[in-house]
């Protein structure tokens, strides 16, 4: 998560001194200005880091991560629904400010409500009155302690947002988009790259026997293969109905609502499909490295040299992969 973070932050880091940076730095020579750019970002991004570690680590401590992360998530929907469907493509130069004051105030209301209802949801309150949170006195989680916390957060931070100065300089003129759509994918490369029974070893040893292992492990590899498939579908839609919905004045959002999701929905349905088949003929593999499962229920036949109720199992495996191959089939069918 804090490398995560530091990319994104390190990045936009480029806007932050752009602003900053006096007109004597900005006619710089390029060099320079690439330099005093890595000093900034480091600087910057080493002392940014520190704090998000202590607050996160601390938010985490009290139960509180999930409430603050539904809250800005559910603020920005709100904002951004607000602004990319109701305010106009062009407001009248005397109500932009009103528009901003709306978005903000939408952004409260929605952050307000998403953090109530988690931190009623998850118990936080009733955790910390029975004293199960914070869980340690010595602040820290899973053996980390918050001052090594904050210094690696800071050093990570001072290396990426140092980099990534570097790259931009003094000048905001640096590819955002392009550079998280080649770190995703990267990432989702990465990780579709292991095997999921690998990972069943990997989240067998994490956090034990059982179906948990398994579902985690085949979330995690679904994740990045789905995640290549739907993003190649959204790149190769046509681009017609793009076009005309923009030519009517539509904004970012209503492009995405009425130009291409109508066009990725059933490649969507049948990918999440055919994916849904895999995991279910996986899961059975899963099970014999402790994922849980009737993998693990076989497995246990087999050592047992009951070989009658191994069969049983093989039978039952086979008649639930056959009808669920049958059943997406005939969704795919329907959908296209």
């Known amino acids: 998560m804090p490398i995560i973070a530091g990319v994104v932050t390190g990045i936009s880091l480029s806007n932050v001194a752009s602003q900053v940076a006096t007109v004597p730095l900005r006619t710089l020579p390029k060099t320079l200005q690439h330099i005093m750019g890595s000093i900034l970002g480091a600087l910057v991004g080493a002392i940014l880091f520190a704090v998000l570690a202590y607050l996160g680590m601390s938010a985490a401590l009290f139960g509180l991560l999930v409430p603050i992360a539904a809250a800005i998530i559910a603020g920005n929907i709100l904002s951004i629904i607000y602004t990319q469907m109701v305010t106009p493509p062009n407001p009248p130069p005397n109500r932009p400010r009103a528009h901003v004051m709306i978005a903000s105030g939408l952004f409260?209301?929605?952050?307000?409500?998403?953090?109530?209802?988690?931190?009623?949801?998850?118990?936080?309150?009733?955790?910390?009155?029975?004293?199960?949170?914070?869980?340690?006195?010595?602040?820290?989680i899973l053996g980390v302690e918050l001052f090594t916390y904050m210094?690696?957060?800071?050093?990570?931070?001072?290396?990426?947002?140092?980099?990534?100065?570097?790259?931009?300089?003094?000048?905001?003129?640096?590819?955002?988009?392009?550079?998280?759509?080649?770190?995703?994918?990267?990432?989702?490369?990465?990780?579709?790259?292991?095997?999921?029974?690998?990972?069943?070893?990997?989240?067998?040893?994490?956090?034990?026997?059982?179906?948990?292992?398994?579902?985690?492990?085949?979330?995690?590899?679904?994740?990045?293969?789905l995640g290549k498939l739907y993003s190649e579908q959204v790149e190769n839609i046509d681009p017609g109905p793009v076009e005309a919905i923009q030519s009517t004045g539509a904004g970012w959002l209503q492009t995405v609502v009425f130009a291409v999701i109508p066009q990725i929905i059933p490649p969507y349905i049948a990918f999440t499909m055919y994916r849904w088949d895999i995991n279910v003929r996986m899961s059975t593999i899963i099970g014999f490295v402790g994922g849980g499962g009737i993998g693990l229920l076989l497995q246990q036949q087999i050592n047992l040299l009951r070989y009658r109720d191994a069969g049983v199992a093989v039978l039952a495996i086979a008649i639930v992969v056959s009808f669920l191959d049958y059943t997406s089939a005939y969704i795919r069918e329907r959908l296209t």
């Open 108 to 140: 409260w209301i929605g952050a307000v409500i998403a953090f109530v209802l988690a931190f009623n949801t998850l118990n936080v309150g009733r955790a910390l009155v029975d004293g199960t949170l914070p869980p340690t006195t010595t602040s820290s």
């Open 151 to 225: 210094v690696t957060s800071a050093g990570v931070g001072f290396v990426l947002c140092g980099i990534a100065g570097a790259l931009v300089g003094t000048n905001s003129n640096f590819a955002l988009g392009s550079t998280l759509y080649n770190l995703s994918r990267t990432a989702l490369n990465t990780i579709r790259s292991i095997e999921p029974l690998i990972m069943g070893l990997v989240f067998v040893v994490w956090v034990g026997i059982g179906p948990f292992a398994g579902v985690l492990a085949l979330t995690l590899h679904s994740i990045a293969a």
